[in-house]
Nanobody, 116 residues
Framework: QVQLVESGGDLVQPGGSLKLSCAGS????????MRWYRQAPGKEREFVAW????????FYGDSVKGRFTISRDNAKNTVYLQMNSLKLDDTAAYYC?????????WGQGTQVTVSS
C-alpha cells in the first residue's frame, strides 16, 4: 500500500526558513518522480516542485523558484523541501505526491504558516 507522510510544517516569521520531509513506503521509492504541491485556504492546489528518481533534475513553480529547493534521499525513502526567504503568501498546507501505475497518491499534508 502506497503511503506518504509529510512532516516539518510550523509557524515561521517572514524571511525565515523551514525544511519539510515526506517519507514514502509501499512502492520502490527510488524509481519514481516525487512532487510537492501546496494549497492555501480558498485557493486551488498549486504545483511547487518536482524531482526525478535519481535526484539529478528538479523543476519549480514560478512562485518559489530561487527560494525553495527539492531534494531526496533514496536510502531513506524521503523527499525534502527546503524553503528559504519565506513570504506571507507561502502560507499553505504542503503535500507530497507520487503517481504509481497511473494513480496519484497524496500525503495528509503539513501546515506551513508564515506570520509575524
Amino acid at each position: 500500500q502506497v503511503q506518504l507522510v509529510e512532516s516539518g510544517g510550523d509557524l515561521v516569521q517572514p524571511g525565515g526558513s523551514l525544511k519539510l520531509s515526506c517519507a514514502g513506503s509501499g512502492f520502490p521509492f527510488n524509481k519514481y518522480d516525487m512532487r510537492w504541491y501546496r494549497q492555501a485556504p480558498g485557493k486551488e492546489r498549486e504545483f511547487v516542485a518536482w524531482i526525478t528518481p535519481p535526484g539529478s533534475s528538479t523543476f519549480y513553480g514560478d512562485s518559489v523558484k530561487g527560494r525553495f529547493t527539492i531534494s531526496r534521499d533514496n536510502a531513506k525513502n524521503t523527499v525534502y523541501l527546503q524553503m528559504n526567504s519565506l513570504k506571507l503568501d507561502d502560507t499553505a498546507a504542503y503535500y507530497c505526491k507520487v503517481q504509481v501505475s497511473g494513480v496519484d497518491y497524496w500525503g495528509q499534508g503539513t501546515q506551513v504558516t508564515v506570520s509575524s
